[in-house]
Nanobody, 127 residues
Framework: QVQLVESGGGLVQAGASLRLSCAASGLTFSDYGLGWFRQAPGKEREFVAA????????RYVPSVKARFIISRDNENNMLFLQMNSLKPEDSGVYFC????????????????????WGQGTQVTVSP
């Protein structure tokens, strides 16, 4: 059974940085693409960033490109999201997700391809 546990969220002021972590278990971690998503109150869960199973390809929503960096540590089954220059519109619950398909040739870009989710971590950015 796949288990994902996010951590690292918090309340920060605009311009600050946070680093989110996602610890994974119950899967062959290095075989799966991974992604970060966020959900603000009253809104749908949206794609933020993803990394391929081999770690060489990353994808970002345009609003976070150049501010956020996604990375993975296959040795320790960890996924990270370094978030810099945070803005109030970055606020929400951040979730990590694992691709349904192992060794997919397509990098995650939507929630529809996610097979397992973590419980989420809250990020609040004040003006």
């Amino acid at each position: 059974q796949v288990q994902l546990v996010e951590s690292g969220g918090g309340l920060v002021q605009a311009g600050a940085s946070l680093r989110l972590s996602c610890a994974a278990s119950g899967l062959t971690f290095s075989d799966y693409g991974l992604g970060w998503f966020r959900q603000a109150p009253g809104k749908e869960r949206e794609f933020v960033a993803a990394i391929s199973w081999h770690g060489t390809v990353t994808r970002y929503v345009p609003s976070v490109k150049a501010r956020f960096i996604i990375s993975r540590d296959n040795e320790n089954n960890m996924l990270f999201l370094q978030m810099n220059s945070l803005k109030p519109e970055d606020s929400g619950v951040y979730f990590c997700g694992v691709d349904r398909q192992a060794r997919s040739s397509v990098v995650i870009s939507s929630p529809q391809v996610i097979g397992s989710w973590g419980q989420g971590t809250q990020v609040t950015v004040s003006p």
